[in-house]
């Protein structure tokens, strides 16, 4: 009994020194709301300090493959013991100065070259916010994101050949359409595809290879597959009959083109990021064949860090002797948005832009925009996801750069994501405006 009386005394003596937040006078809030639209900002304020003090801000999240990221900052809070992010500076951590989503974007993974999975974009994020000062934790906060509005429906399809997500918009249509590719491995990427979505489009998010009973290798692309999806897009009552739009990056951005170039319902392409001709697999239609250019491995060199750069692997697409691979975008009748990144460090995709635009205009088109951003990555993803420098190439096999400075990346992925809804509301007939968000 004596034992189990001492035992109760240094137990009570603990917890009387162990202060938690719930004892703190600090209040941590995330305005307008706890939950919001994926791509939305929110205002992270901190209140309930002494004047000046420092204190530290820490955001992290656990994806779909358990892989943990996380952000950090230091903050000093002001005369009137507050922190606000939209005001006062970070002075050190993942990110610094004034940045009011800098616990968003400046995210790492605990596993180095990971990038975040989100499989069912139906769901949402829940990132995790606390604020410290002196290893005593004094607030903590979670935003839920979503990446659907309410009323977006979310629908596997498994139709013929077809294999990917349907995304509706809330009410009876018609609507826009759009077939979001995403990049070589055969991912099924949902995030893009469900923001869109939210945005009043018809959004497919279409699987390459490799998704569920899909072949898990292949050893050619056949444009009849992307072809079928179009069509299975444009028979759908919800969907309007005046064209559909693309989306695309990486190596689906010369599938986003040869759609563009052979099938007659593409009225509007996206490219980020992507290139002008065939690679890694044979690229069929019906009786045309575009053969992959030729990827040099001596031209592959290694970063300080030990990384493959292999932005200069693939030959000259408009080398003479590569003109079988390159995709003829002259016979295209859609408007082209090419996005690229001056810093990407998978291919030169701010040279295959120039060459498409001036292919475009030597035969007489003007249907082509170009956007470039300096110091900006390879992965353009939505906004405030974060920024992905590194990782296993699915060609190559081993890890790679993809280049980017984090803070610049995070600013030309806002920008690109406004860049591409007016777009294609632009040239896919949507007089409406998006639909607003009841978050």
Known sequence: MAFLLRRCSKLSLRNAFMKTHSDSAARLRILPSTSCMFDEAVEIKLSGLTPQQHVQLQSNLRDDKGVVFKATATYQADEKGEVDLSRHPSLGGTYTGVEP???????????????????????????????????????????ERHFTCPGVRRAPVSEGRIRGTLFTPPGEGPFPAIVDLYTLGGILCEPRAALLASKGFVVLALALYGYQDMPKKVDKIELEYFEEAV?????????????????????????????????????????????????????????????????????????????????????????KENRASLIPIERASCNFLFVVSEDDRNWNSAYYAEQACKILKEHGKTNCEVVSYPNAGHFLEVPYMPHYPSGVHAAVGQVVAFGGETKVHADAQ???????????????QCPDGPLKSAL
């Open 414 to 428: 806002v920008d690109t994501w406004r860049r591409v809804q007016e777009f294609f509301r632009k040239h896919l």
């Open 101 to 143: 989503m800098g616990l968003f974007w400046s995210m790492r993974p605990d596993v180095p070259h990971s990038k975040l999975v989100k499989r069912d974009a139906s769901s949402p994020v829940h990132y995790h916010i606390e604020a410290s000062s002196g290893g005593e934790v004094l607030a903590k906060e979670t935003n």
């Open 231 to 319: 069509i299975f897009l444009q028979n759908l009552p919800e969907v309007k009959k005046t064209g559909i739009g693309i989306v695309s990056i990486s190596k689906s951005g010369e599938i986003a083109l040869a759609m563009a170039s052979f099938l007659p319902n593409v009225k509007a392409t996206v490219c980020l990021n992507g290139g002008i001709a065939n690679v890694v697999f044979p690229l069929h239609y019906k009786d045309i064949i575009f053969p992959p250019l030729t990827a040099h491995q001596e031209r592959i060199t290694v970063t300080k860090s030990g990384i493959l750069d292999i932005r200069d692997a693939l030959e000259d697409p408009m080398a």
